[in-house]
């Protein structure tokens, strides 16, 4: 699958040995508790609390502006319990979500402006629409689609959407690129300016 190039400041970016990109406009809080598993994206305002627990994000998975990861709670014995959080491998989460699932598996897509509350578990191979509620402890199946306030079961999905999510994260990842002077439209090497004699 074939997107468009999207073009990043390199300098705004920090790249990582096992090709993560994680914007410097992040928040990774806790960062020795937060786990990126390799080409994963990081967008602008993103904020990660692995402070709270620990956080594992699978390999090309992206994570877009805005979002909010926070693991799951539960009241124990009066105090406040943290969970560690699991995002599966090709996982695109979209803008200004918050994301409290206890865990999501891989090839989910998580629209724009979601909110996935607290316990929740989404399947391997889900849609979740633009902006949902998904209310706490709501298990979403694998090869399902939810929408709505409160998010609901909607309908079943085609096998084809493994392989679909996987070739468009991949290709959402292989397209984000710093900046080049070509891709910028400028000319790469400096012109050679031409002199004439009389």
């Known amino acids: 699958m074939q997107v468009q190039p999207k073009y ?6 920090i790249e990582t040995l096992n090709g993560n990109k994680v914007s410097k406009s992040s928040i990774l809080c ?3 508790n937060i786990r990126l598993h390799g080409k994963t994206i990081i967008k602008p305002g993103v904020i990660v609390r692995g402070d709270l627990a620990s956080v594992n994000i699978g390999r090309l998975s992206i994570i877009s502006e805005n979002t909010v990861i926070r693991p799951s709670s539960k009241k124990f014995k009066g105090s ?3 969970f560690p959080q699991n995002i599966g491998d090709h996982v695109l989460v979209g803008e200004g979500c918050v994301i409290s699932a206890a865990s999501i598996g891989s090839n989910v897509y998580i629209g724009n402006n ?3 509350s607290k316990r929740c578990i989404l399947k391997d191979c889900c849609i979740i629409a633009d902006n949902t509620i998904l209310p706490p402890d709501t298990v979403v199946p694998p090869f399902t689609y939810y929408s709505g306030t409160p998010g609901v079961y909607k ?3 085609p096998d084809c959407i493994e ?3 996987k070739e468009y994260t991949t290709s959402l990842y292989e397209s984000f690129l710093p900046n080049t002077p070509a891709s910028k439209g400028l000319p ?3 012109t050679k300016l031409q002199t ?3």
């Open 8 to 13: 990043f400041e390199k300098s705004q970016y």
């Open 30 to 32: 806790g960062i020795m």
């Open 80 to 82: 406040l319990v943290y």
């Open 114 to 116: 979601c909110i996935i």
């Open 155 to 157: 309908e079943d999905l």
């Open 163 to 165: 392989q679909f999510q």
């Open 188 to 190: 790469s090497t400096p």
């Open 196 to 198: 004439t004699t009389t």
